[in-house]
Every structure is written in C-alpha cells, then in structure tokens.
C-alpha cells in the first residue's frame, strides 16, 4: 500500500518562494506505475488541481492558473514529489495535498480530484502580509 506525506508548508509573505515535497512511503513503480498530483484547498472552496506526473514520469500537466508559477518535479531516487510555487500570493493559501492515481494510461495524468488511490494528509500554506 502506498502512503503520501506532505511537508514544507508555512506561514510567507506575499512575493516569497516555497518548495513543498510529497514523499512516498515506496516506490510509485512498484503499484504499476502511478501518477502524482498536487493539490489544493483553499479557504471555503473545493479541492483543485494544480499540477500532475504521468505514472511514465514523461509528461507534466498544469492547471492554467499556477502555469509559470508552480514546477513540479519528481524524484524517483528517493520517492520524492516537489512542487515549487514561486511568487506567492494571498490566494494561494490553503492546504496542498499530493495524491496517486492510476486511472490513467502512463503518459499522462489528471487534475481531477477523483479516482485517487490514496491521499496525504497535506501541508498548510498561508500567504500573509
């Protein structure tokens, strides 16, 4: 069974840089492969997509509003999903969850919340003058 752990996560000021990483307790390869995806829940509004890897590890996808903001990355090294959001701002705040999936062929991956195999617990970012 896989487990997802988030981390990194705090309090920053608007403008500020934060790297959150989403650490897996085995391989991704090892269920098949999965897909990873990162999260977010802001204040008083649905859970949405921000950016996923394809179980490949080939293909990245974006939500259109975190494009040029947010990177994501994986390591599979070390089990290690990151998602880099530079120029933070108010309207990032919330709770960022990763998330595996294999409900999609290798090559990519989706931004919808359903169909997950599995959850972390997610890490608290909020952005704050």
């Known amino acids: 069974q896989l487990q997802l752990a988030e981390s990194g996560g705090g309090l920053v000021q608007p403008g500020e840089s934060l790297i959150l990483s989403c650490a897996a307790s085995r391989s991704t390869f090892d269920l098949g492969p999965v897909a990873i995806g990162w999260f977010r829940q802001a204040p008083g509004k649905e859970r949405e997509g921000l950016a996923c890897?394809?179980?490949?590890?080939?293909?990245?996808k974006y939500a259109d509003s975190v494009k040029g903001r947010f990177t994501m990355s994986m390591d599979y090294g070390k089990n290690l999903a990151t998602l880099r959001i530079n120029n933070l701002r108010p309207e990032d705040t919330g709770v960022y969850f990763c998330?595996?999936?294999?409900?999609?062929?290798?090559?990519?991956?989706?931004?919808?919340?359903?169909?997950?195999?599995?959850w972390g617990k997610g890490t608290l970012i909020i952005v704050s003058s």
């Open positions: 890897v394809s179980g490949s590890g080939a293909n990245t």
């Open positions: 998330a595996a999936d294999r409900s999609t062929a290798q090559s990519t991956c989706s931004l919808s919340t359903q169909l997950k195999i599995t």
